[in-house]
């Protein structure tokens, strides 16, 4: 791990805890994914939600690290981690900030931060462990995509949400939190859950393509190809990845070829298999 990452991780950790303890929770507001979880099981019963995120987070790790492998999970730990060690510290450094119990502003502002801080741990090609774990694992044994997953535990956290609050304008405005983080991590990070295609052009394409599709787990087409100048046929690489892939697969890119030609451009909808298509079902025959 680069150190550069690692502080970008803690950074990252930092913004998205302070906003948790000092705007979310005490407005009473939730999150989505393993925090929202977190934040049910702290209104409920008093606990932490640093030490829920540990409790939930190393059982999920686990198994992970046993279905997904260890390559992946090292940042992925830091994340969590830092974000519970800024949990801890948090909850014994008394801080006010006083928004006169505008919802509206609290969960904009929570929203902000929680974004920043997501987007700065994305880009540097962490997560905070949780639904993306999950997310991946049921990724690999089901035909639904990780960004379809994901949003399914974010739904579902957000039903408990209303059954405990019993209060649908903190849904409202917890639903609001989550849209303007959402937006905040695809500004900072072009992260998020959507897709991003990628074209490669390098003398090393045959090997990046391999680890592409052994390592990011996501299909590659070679597109024969020519330079203008050189008149040096190629293998042109073309792949679609989510974005939460992106960080990672430009480092795996880098480490092969440091020289690559790379165009990313953004794609707005993904039809077909491993995005939206059921592996069950068979093409029709004529």
């Known amino acids: 791990m680069r150190l550069k990452n690692i502080l970008m991780i803690i950074i990252g950790a930092g913004l998205f805890s ?11 507001l939730y999150e989505g994914g393993a925090t929202g979880l ?17 409790i939930i987070n190393i ?5 992970g690290w046993k279905i997904l492998g260890k390559r992946m999970l090292h940042l992925s730990l830091l994340g969590t981690f830092a974000v519970t060690f800024w949990l801890a510290i948090f909850e014994r450094v008394p801080l006010v900030i006083d928004l006169d119990h505008d919802l509206m502003i609290v969960s904009m502002f929570a929203g902000i931060l929680s974004g920043m801080g997501l987007g700065i741990i994305f880009k540097a090609g ?14 690999q044994y089901t035909h639904y995509s990780i960004g379809q997953i994901i949003l399914a535990i974010d739904i579902l956290v957000l039903v408990l949400t209303a059954i405990v ?3 649908l304008r903190v849904v409202l405005y917890t639903m609001l939190q989550v849209t303007v983080a959402s937006r905040v991590i695809d500004i900072i990070s072009d992260g998020g859950y959507g897709s991003k295609g990628l074209m490669i052009i390098s003398q090393k394409s045959e090997e ?19 330079g203008f100048y050189t008149r040096a046929d190629v293998n042109m690489i073309y792949s679609v990845i989510y974005k939460s892939q992106l960080q990672e697969t430009k480092d795996l890119i880098h480490r092969i070829d440091p020289h ?15 995005f939206t298509l059921d592996k069950n079902k068979q093409p029709i025959e004529n």
């Open 18 to 28: 302070f906003g948790l303890n000092y705007l979310v929770m005490p407005n009473g």
């Open 208 to 226: 990046i393509a391999t680890a592409i599709d052994s390592q990011i787990e996501r299909g590659v087409t070679l597109i024969k190809a020519q």
């Open 59 to 63: 059982p999920l790790f686990i198994l």
């Open 126 to 139: 962490g997560t905070t462990g949780g639904s993306d774990i999950v997310a991946r694992i049921g990724h």
């Open 260 to 274: 690559a030609f790379i165009t990313i451009t953004d794609a707005h909808e993904v039809l077909g298999e491993g």
């Open 165 to 167: 609050s019993q209060d």
């Open 38 to 54: 977190t934040l049910i099981l702290y209104y409920l019963f008093k606990i932490q939600p640093w030490v829920m995120n540990i």
